[in-house]
Nanobody, 123 residues
């Protein structure tokens, strides 16, 4: 099986933090750029963040800049999304996806997707 597995989601109060993990199974992430997407019920999927294969370049949606940090540990074949100062509007299912293309490429260029992990921000 070739897949990505997200973990670390859960219920957190506004202002709290979570760290999501995206671990590859059956392949190495060394040469893939990795993005985090999220989708809330009734809303379109949106890109949250992306990190280049080397980890040397990152980008973030305006809505999460300054609050979220993407990182990767290729030795562990894992990408992380540290989410701080969480807001209710961050509530969504979060997915990681891998592309052999660029972070700025189209969604169709993403070869692998995780199953998603639920993040709920509520008091």
């Amino acid at each position: 099986q070739l897949q990505l597995v997200e973990s670390g989601g859960g219920l957190v109060q506004p202002g709290g933090s979570l760290r999501l993990s995206c671990a590859a199974s059956g392949f190495t992430l060394d040469y893939y750029a990795i993005s985090w997407f999220r989708q809330a019920p009734g809303k379109e999927r949106e890109g949250v963040s992306c990190i280049s294969s080397s980890g040397g370049s990152t980008n973030y949606a305006d809505s999460v800049k300054g609050r979220f940090t993407i990182s990767r540990d290729n030795a562990k074949n894992t990408v992380y999304l540290q989410m701080n100062s969480l807001k209710p509007e961050d509530t969504a299912v979060y997915y990681c996806a891998a592309t052999g293309y660029y972070c700025s490429g189209p969604v169709r260029r993403y070869d692998y997707w995780g199953q998603g992990t639920q993040v709920t921000v509520s008091s």
